[in-house]
């Protein structure tokens, strides 16, 4: 049986960095990295970049996001995402866009959500979104 491909959140890669807890996330994310299942898009990517804190972590933090396999955000992919935030505010959701296109770009290419968010997890139940949530 094939492992599971993953799209790791920016909100996993943020705790992921923190030099103190988030111990399970973390050995979780480090043996997916090692086996080569954790891809990203640049939604993702533009989300943790933002928050480097000096020129040297912004570019540092580029270049490993660099050599993760990249998920394309297509213009069919953003109006995807689109069509599913309307669908999630039909069940009164609303979702951050930035979620709604990583969500659909999970879907898409039927990857594993990785998160912190409860967004998430929210919109799990309205569609067909698998996730693994590290919340505590």
Known sequence: MAQER???DSSGWICYFRPQGWEDLK???QRALS????????????EVLVGAKDEEGFVTLLD???ALPEIPVTGK???AAARLGY?????GLTIPLPDLLIAQAAMEGNF??????????RMSRYSPLQTRSFLP
């Open 6 to 8: 993953i799209l790791l």
């Open 27 to 29: 050995a979780a994310v």
């Open 35 to 46: 086996e080569g299942r954790i891809y990203t898009c640049w939604v993702v990517k533009a």
């Open 64 to 66: 490993n996001l660099r």
């Open 77 to 79: 992919l953003w109006e």
């Open 87 to 91: 669908s999630m505010r039909r069940q």
């Open 112 to 121: 594993v959500l990785w998160h912190i968010d409860e967004h998430f997890e």
